[in-house]
């Protein structure tokens, strides 16, 4: 057990609908990073959060945004779904100071997206 | 070409088997390097980092070639627990920014 949670576990979607997806992090980890997994892929990176500031951005068209909370929680966020956007979207909590990464993320399980 | 390229496999060995999986990274800035192992419908979890000198945890042990940004990972007398995908990491030069290879998909058989 990572002690990073997320919700919800499955979910279903049509296109062009919006979904909200949330994660508490591990407790006393300040920093979130959002990974995108498609089926037999590796994560890709979405966003990282570091105190309620995005601190890094991958190749993600902006419908994908996100949120941090003051308890360090986070939400993603995608508008206007597409089919390809079917995948397991991975949390991950880390420790780490802005601008240096421990390299150690500890994932939750993952919400799996079906776009129908 | 993709930042962190990994061979897909997958690899079948018999139990007690040695086999090795390799990684090749684009950004010869990056800053650091791991490998994870990922089972079958679950997160990915930290195996262990990769040091420039080489490193050993058991009965794996990692490698890193800066010069040909080259990472690998051997696995000695593999068991069937060790069945799982393993994935190459290579952080960015800021070292905050996690890059994943596709995997490599190990099945260790009786």
């Known amino acids: 057990e990572t002690g990073v949670t997320q919700s919800p576990t499955h979910l279903i979607k049509t296109r062009g609908q919006q979904v909200t997806l949330r994660c508490s992090s591990q407790?006393?980890?300040?920093?979130v990073s959002w990974y995108q997994q498609a089926l037999g892929q590796g994560p890709q990176f979405i966003f990282q959060?570091?105190?309620?500031?995005?601190?890094g951005r991958g190749n993600f068209p902006p419908r994908f945004s996100g949120l941090q909370f003051p308890n360090y929680s986070s939400e993603l966020n995608v508008n206007a779904l597409e089919l390809d956007d079917s995948a397991l979207y991975l949390c991950a909590s880390s420790d780490a100071l802005r601008g240096r990464g421990t390299g150690e993320l500890f994932f939750g399980e993952g919400s799996r997206l079906t776009v129908l | 070409r993709k930042e962190v390229e990994q061979d897909p496999g997958p690899f079948n060995v018999p139990e007690g088997a040695t086999v090795a999986f390799n990684c090749t990274y684009s950004?010869?800035?990056?800053?650091?390097f791991f490998w994870y192992r990922q089972d079958c419908r679950k997160e990915p979890k930290l195996l262990m980092s990769v040091y420039s000198s080489g490193n050993e945890d058991g009965r794996f042990t990692a490698q890193l070639n800066r010069a040909s940004q080259y990472i690998s990972l051997l696995i000695r007398d593999s068991k069937l627990s060790d069945s799982a995908t393993y994935l190459c990491v290579v952080t960015n030069n800021a070292g905050n920014m996690l890059t994943f290879g596709g995997g490599t998909r190990l099945m260790v058989k009786p």
């Open positions: 950004n010869s800035a990056s800053q650091s």
């Open positions: 407790s006393g980890h300040n920093t």
């Open positions: 959060y570091y105190r309620e500031e995005e601190n």
